[in-house]
């Protein structure tokens, strides 16, 4: 089985710009998380999504946005690219939210894409 | 708010001796704790979580964690170091109560030597 896919793999742009990450989730899996995790840093949770519904945000300005797709797929967007926003984008799949099921989905391993490494210059 | 600490930023250790990497945590209620290993370039990779039970729980490549609940910890142990064993350790935390991310500590990096 495939695990969870992310594309690009690595870009470069420039301040102001805007860029769309992709993520496909594990078959199967219908929750989708995406961290941030800057240089030396651990992950930080920007989105979480569950049936095409936003079920968490993190600390993140409005620039960054998100959306799942009914084949559970997702798109992390992110407006007027800053310096410091150079960082891998972490996309995670798992099996259910942290809502109604929580006491057996909040106990749901996250598997993680590899990432999209991002560089604004 | 929930929070994650690694007191180390980086631990060293000789292959085939036992190593421990540090792991403490706060939540308001009970906690659901992770491992998970970062090798360059690459995503996180689950290694072992506690849920409930028994405090000594058994992961992927010979790891394993203790929960301490007084200790507010839950540090990695393997008994015997691999040089492949070297790569970046993440701690991660989910408060059982309410829907809340799992939030992870900044990382340490193990560098196990032949």
């Known amino acids: 089985d495939a695990g969870v896919t992310q594309s690009p793999t690595h870009l470069i742009k420039t301040r102001g710009q805007h860029v769309t990450l992709r993520c496909s989730p594990i078959?199967?899996?219908?929750?989708v998380s995406w961290y941030q995790q800057v240089l030396g840093q651990g992950p930080q949770f920007i989105f979480q999504y569950y049936e095409k519904e936003e079920r968490g945000r993190g600390n993140f300005p409005d620039r960054f946005s998100a959306r799942q797709f009914p084949n559970y797929s997702s798109e992390l967007n992110v407006n007027a690219l800053l310096l410091g926003d150079s960082a891998l984008y972490l996309c995670?799949?798992?099996?259910?939210?942290?809502?109604?099921?929580?006491?057996?989905?909040?106990?749901?391993?996250?598997?993680f894409g590899a990432g999209s490494r991002l560089t604004v210059l | 708010a929930q929070s994650v600490a690694q007191p180390e930023d980086q631990v060293n250790v000789a292959e085939g001796n036992p190593l421990t990497v540090k792991c403490t945590y706060s939540?308001?209620?009970?906690?659901?704790l992770f491992w998970y290993v970062q090798y360059p370039n690459r995503g996180l990779q689950f290694l072992l979580k506690y849920i409930t039970g028994d405090n000594l729980v058994k992961g992927s490549y010979g790891f394993e964690a203790e929960f301490n609940k007084s200790q507010t910890s839950f540090h990695l142990k393997k008994p015997s170091a691999l040089v492949s064993d070297s790569a970046l350790y993440f701690c991660?935390?989910?408060?059982?109560?309410?829907?809340?991310?799992?939030?992870f500590g900044k990382g340490t990096r193990l560098s196990v030597i032949a």
């Open positions: 078959s199967g899996h219908k929750s």
């Open positions: 991660a935390v989910r408060d059982r109560a309410g829907n809340t991310p799992l939030v």
């Open positions: 939540v308001s209620g009970n906690p659901y």
């Open positions: 995670a799949s798992s099996l259910a939210d942290g809502g109604a099921l929580l006491l057996v989905s909040g106990a749901n391993v996250l598997t």
